[in-house]
């Protein structure tokens, strides 16, 4: 019904993955943009993995990693979601998408503008509705996760996770060290709290609780001292390492909403 409405989410991570889902389900035709080497965790239910593998799928979504246009009409065609290695989303001005959603997480605006296309969204805190964005939607959890913002800005960063089982800050694993980034586990495999779940160069990368190792980055990663590297989820369901969070369906929920009230205006 939608496939003539392209949109472009910048990102490609869990949050953003959730985003595309709830359009790519609805009939929009996405495209997702990414850097050279995605700093993602989740990496079973993010998108941005085709960067490294060529192609990879979650859920019932198949993504494919292209480099131009003709690419990506052709993953378009296939319903292949099309991403590309694009810091600036220099394509959004080669493709003139219907909408941008900005789904970087970054916590401040890089550079999105109003003026990127017919209908902008920004994700979280760093834009404005009105200013910047034409809407806002908020990605903290609680009450207003997921609400669409049409005047003002999501909840200010607080740098700190949400609380899973009580368990905040923790449930975050942290590079010990910089170097090359080299998993020792699988996502999906249970961990107890001070297991060796990957090194930085030689330094070796703890478990910082006991759980479910639910996300790590991809092998080669450079990190800096501190970077997120991996999470552990203590309700310790291994299903939930293969599925949309319900945070991100929350989020992407939010956007075709805002979408949708756009197409129907």
């Known amino acids: 019904m939608f496939k ?12 953003a993955t959730g985003v595309a889902a709830r359009l790519w389900r609805s009939g ?33 979504m198949t993504a494919r990693r292209v480099r131009n246009r003709e690419n990506i009409l052709n993953a378009l065609k296939d319903r292949v979601i099309p991403v590309i290695v694009d810091p600036k989303a220099e394509i959004v001005k080669e493709i003139d998408p219907f909408a941008v959603i900005d789904a970087v997480m970054a916590k401040k605006n890089l550079g999105t503008r109003m003026e990127d296309a017919p209908f902008v969204v920004g994700l979280g805190p760093g834009f404005t509705a009105g200013e910047d964005v034409h809407a806002v939607v908020e990605t903290k959890r609680g009450h207003t996760l997921g609400r669409v913002i049409w005047e003002g ?19 975050v694993i942290r590079a010990p060290a910089p170097g090359i980034f080299k998993g020792v586990l699988s996502i999906g495999t249970h961990v107890e709290e001070g297991d060796i779940v990957a090194y930085a160069d030689e330094f070796p990368v703890l478990a910082s609780i006991s759980g479910m190792l639910r996300g790590l980055l ?48």
């Open 4 to 15: 003539e409405k392209v949109i472009v989410i910048k990102g490609a991570g869990d949050l």
């Open 28 to 60: 929009f035709s996405v495209l997702m943009t990414e850097i050279e080497q995605p700093l993602t965790v989740r990496r079973t239910v993010s998108l941005s993995d085709a960067v490294y593998d060529g192609e990879t799928a979650v859920e019932d």
């Open 153 to 171: 800005s999501a909840i200010t960063n607080t740098s700190i996770p949400g609380e899973v089982k009580g368990i905040g800050s923790n449930r």
């Open 218 to 265: 991809h092998d080669g990663v450079l990190v800096e001292k501190g970077l997120k590297s991996g999470d552990i989820d203590p309700r310790d369901v291994q299903a939930s390492c293969w599925t949309i969070s319900d945070k991100a369906l929350a989020i992407g929920g939010g956007a075709l909403e805002a979408v949708m009230m756009t197409v129907n205006s």
